[in-house]
């Protein structure tokens, strides 16, 4: 699986909204998104590019970029969320809900926290 610079931005953009659901952002949370783009071969200045064109999109243009994905991408998505809010050892009702939020409007699969950190750490 392979994503492009806008969709690895839009990603990064629903991860850096899931590590700061709950009012504290994690380093175990961070910890995630940088796994997440070394994953795909992002490493240095394209780092540094990922991050700011994450930082540069509005939510309304990410949804649409998630909503296109196929199924597998999807999935990949949801389990990326998912370990970034069960990374801290605690999921808040506020992690909850917006992870709900995202996952209806970007039609991702609904699966469990512990679904989403083994799909997520087995590569899926």
């Known amino acids: 699986m392979t994503f492009n610079g806008v969709e690895l931005a839009a990603i990064v953009k629903l991860g850096k909204l899931m590590s700061a659901a709950d009012g504290n952002v994690h380093e175990n949370e961070l910890a995630v998104i940088a796994l997440e783009l070394t994953k795909f071969g992002v490493e240095g200045n394209a780092t540094d590019s990922i991050l700011l064109a994450s930082d540069a999109l509005e939510f309304s243009d990410v949804i649409p ?60």
């Open 65 to 124: 970029v998630v909503k296109n994905m196929t199924a597998d991408e999807k999935l990949h998505v949801v389990s990326f969320l998912g370990a970034i809010i069960a990374a801290d050892g605690k999921i808040t009702e506020s992690e909850k809900k917006i992870c709900t939020l995202v996952s209806m409007l970007c039609n991702l699969p609904e699966i469990t926290a512990a679904q989403a950190v083994s799909n997520f750490m087995g590569g899926i």
